[in-house]
């Protein structure tokens, strides 16, 4: 009812997730987007099976989603990179993202590169940097994405690693 009035209640708040993909020669895609990030568990206690921190942030078909996995805190400083569907490794991040070109889907998850993380009294800051492999045009494509003052939010999403 209150929001058939204009009086809706605030949504949560949100950082910002700003992106910038560069394909071969020169295409590049920017985007920015409000952010998120959520505490996940992948439902016991292994932690390879996903515990961490969960950030995400779309807008308008693009998007960027960072799995800090960690079994306790998440801690300052580099991450290493892992790669999509790792089930061993206890503790990196693993990083994709989804961009439009004209009306076409893309996207790619990192296989190399870097994240820095750093976590302070306004939510956590994130700079992901690195390559994947990018099918729709048969080769490797660039992202650089930077996510802003994130608040981690009270809420737990399931995350677990699809092998």
């Known amino acids: 009812m209150a929001e058939a009035c204009g009086s809706a209640p605030p949504e949560d708040p949100a950082g910002r997730l700003r992106a910038l993909v560069t394909r071969p020669p020169s295409d590049t895609t920017r985007f920015e987007a409000a952010a998120r990030a959520s505490r996940c568990s992948g439902g016991d206690s292994t932690p390879a099976r996903g515990w961490g921190i969960f950030l995400r942030g779309s807008r308008a078909g693009n998007g960027v989603a960072v799995w800090l996995r960690s079994p306790d805190t998440v801690a300052n400083g580099a991450w290493p990179m892992l790669q999509r569907g790792d089930t061993v490794s206890p503790r990196g991040a693993t990083v994709a993202v989804r961009y439009m070109v004209r009306e076409m889907p893309h996207g790619f998850a990192l296989d190399s590169g870097a994240v820095d993380v750093r976590a302070d009294g ?25 996510f802003e003052a994130v608040p981690l939010g009270a809420d737990t999403v399931p995350c677990r690693p699809k092998p």
């Open 122 to 146: 306004r939510g956590l800051t994130v700079t992901a940097r690195g390559v994947g492999l990018e099918s729709a045009i048969a080769g490797r494509a660039f992202l650089q994405a930077w």
